[in-house]
């Protein structure tokens, strides 16, 4: 089952700017944890926020959660071309030990 | 945190045959998952993999076809069976650190079913 659903499914900024991607997901959760995965390689741990926690920050990152609306938001500030990559965001469905991912945003940086 | 090694990194396998994928945790963990990366897709969640049991499948994945061991603590195998096309995908394994800790991921093993 897909739990998350990220917005935009795929974002194009140019370097610098910010990229502000979305994520919503269906059932209580103890966190929500983004993820990076760069040419279909193996997924890099970003972030992990906690049910009770409202926004986290880590370096350039920021991450936003609101269990009311069951959404959170990442934020990646002064966008650089490493940062093309897809991004994940996966709930532990119904606080159990597994994780469920959503669909990804495929962000691409322009020179 | 864990380290996680995958083998093989990749293969290129003919219809019909099986490939046994193999994956090896740094660190004693209680349990260990498996997830298909399908082109262009996210991941999904096969089974998860727990030691001194039988592994527990997600909706539309049987055993007959995603035989799995968990011998120990440190390793567990995914063996993708009789295998077409549609099976060409990206297989990874993964971790956790524990309640309230992220997940950890092997680089993947990318195969290719002629």
């Known amino acids: 089952s897909q739990q998350g659903e990220e917005d935009p499914q795929a974002l194009s900024i140019q370097e610098g700017e910010n990229a502000t991607m979305n994520c919503s997901y269906k059932?209580?959760?103890?966190?929500l944890q983004w993820y990076r995965q760069n040419s279909g390689r193996g997924l890099v741990h970003l972030i992990l926020i906690r049910s009770n926690e409202r926004e986290k920050h880590s370096g350039r990152l920021r991450v936003t959660l609101d269990t009311s609306k069951k959404s959170s938001s990442l934020l990646i500030t002064a966008s650089r071309a490493a940062d093309t990559a897809s991004y994940f965001c996966?709930?532990?469905?119904?606080?159990?030990?597994?994780?469920?991912f959503g669909k990804g945003t495929r962000l691409h940086i322009l020179p | 945190s864990a380290v996680i090694s995958q083998k093989p990194s990749r293969d290129i396998c003919q219809r019909g045959t099986s490939l046994t994928i193999q994956c090896q945790v740094d660190s004693q963990v209680t349990m260990m998952f498996w997830y298909r990366q399908q082109p262009g897709q996210s991941l999904t969640l096969i089974a998860t993999a727990n030691q001194g049991s039988e592994a527990t499948y997600e909706s539309g994945f049987v055993i007959d076809k995603f035989p799995i061991s968990r011998p120990n603590l440190t390793f567990s195998t995914l063996t993708v069976s009789n295998m077409s096309p549609e099976d060409s995908s990206i297989y990874l394994c993964?971790?956790?650190?524990?309640?309230?800790?992220?997940?950890?991921f092997g680089d993947g093993t990318r195969l290719s079913i002629l």
């Open positions: 059932t209580s959760i103890n966190n």
């Open positions: 993964s971790v956790t650190g524990g309640n309230d800790q992220p997940q950890h």
């Open positions: 996966a709930t532990d469905e119904n606080r159990d030990d597994k994780i469920i």
